[in-house]
């Protein structure tokens, strides 16, 4: 089947702007997490859905960042006020539940100028 | 935090060639431990993955082998490929994946 998708895959925006990066995780994924991704490092964890609800969302550095899953299948990462240390590739992940495989979808390349 | 670390941060080795990373960590709730590999411009891909009640796991020319005591596990490349020239993560898991530093691969033919 699909795997996972995210949109767009590359957005390239302005500092102090809004943005929305998309994920549509392999159906039937229960967990979905988001993480980030700078140049030369390791993905670093944001959050993770179970279902609609958010079970933690410990790695969101500031209040800037907030995500969604309204429906338990879609999930939008919202950054707001844009700042140029955001520049980085989102990835997104989904696994059949807490503690399974998890696959990644192909990123979101975000570049704040 | 948790922490985890990955040695060497970069391997070269000759075609057909075996290499070995290892992973350390420190969050004893660690449950699941995977390696994923990253070619450059691409997505982490799982390449072999095991559990904390298995103590080693193999497919084919790789395998991952665990030491929950110590908190450590390292992944085997046997007869290297070129096409295993890529960044390779650690990503021990109480849940949320916590990747390592990554270590560089380099097979030469």
């Known amino acids: 089947g699909a795997g996972v998708s995210q949109t767009p895959s590359n957005k390239v925006t302005e500092k102090g702007k809004y943005v929305e990066l998309r994920c549509d995780p392999i159906?039937?994924?229960?967990?979905l997490y988001w993480y980030r991704q700078s140049l030369g490092q390791g993905p670093e964890f944001l959050i993770y859905?179970?279902?609609?609800?958010?079970?933690?969302d410990s790695g969101l550095p500031n209040d800037r960042f907030f995500a969604v899953r309204p429906e338990g299948s879609v999930s939008t990462l919202k950054i707001q006020r844009t700042e140029r240390g955001d520049s980085a590739v989102y990835l997104c992940?989904?696994?059949?539940?807490?503690?399974?495989?998890?696959?990644f979808g192909p990123g979101t390349r975000l570049t704040v100028t | 935090g948790e922490n985890v670390e990955q040695h060497p941060s970069t391997l070269s080795v000759q075609e057909g060639d075996s290499a070995v990373i290892k992973c350390t960590y420190s969050d004893s709730a660690s449950n699941y431990f995977p390696w994923y590999k990253q070619e450059l411009g691409k997505r982490p891909q799982l390449i072999i993955d095991?559990?904390?009640?298995?103590g080693e796991k193999k497919d084919q020319r790789i395998a991952v082998t665990l030491n929950k005591t110590a908190k450590h596990f390292s992944l085997h490349i046997t007869e290297t490929q070129p096409e295993d020239s890529a960044v390779y993560f650690c990503?021990?898991?109480?849940?949320?994946?916590?990747f390592g530093t990554g270590t560089r691969l380099q097979v030469f033919p």
């Open positions: 859905f179970q279902g609609t609800g958010a079970a933690d």
């Open positions: 990503a021990p898991s109480p849940g949320k994946l916590i």
């Open positions: 159906s039937g994924h229960t967990a």
């Open positions: 992940a989904s696994s059949s539940g807490r503690g399974y495989e998890q696959y």
């Open positions: 095991i559990r904390s009640n298995v």
